[in-house]
Structure formats: structure tokens, C-alpha cells
């Protein structure tokens, strides 16, 4: 479980992006965009911060 306090990490990112990445495989479309625009904008967020 992920500590609340601590920032994600590229390791973080990379492993949800997997999860999602199985999950595609295995569920209809309608049942990954919710989670499909989570790690969009995870996504988007670790770029603001490698951005800076």
C-alpha cells in the first residue's frame, strides 16, 4: 500500500500503467475510460513536475 504522504515515482506510474495496460486486454472499452483518464492525468501531472 502506498504510503500517503510520499510522491509518486516513475516506478509508481510505470506500475499502474501496466495494471491499466492489463486491463485493457481484458475489459470492454466502456469499462476503461474511467481509469484510462486517471493515468492521463497522473500522466500529465508527472510532467508538470518533470516540466520543472
Known sequence: MMDDDRP???EDVEAGLRL???GK???PPE???GPAEAIESLLA???E???E
Open 20 to 22: 491499466i495496460k492489463r
Open 25 to 27: 486486454r481484458a475489459s
Open 45 to 47: 501531472a508527472v510532467e
Open 31 to 33: 469499462m476503461i475510460k
Open 49 to 51: 513536475v518533470d516540466g
Open 8 to 10: 509518486l515515482t516513475t
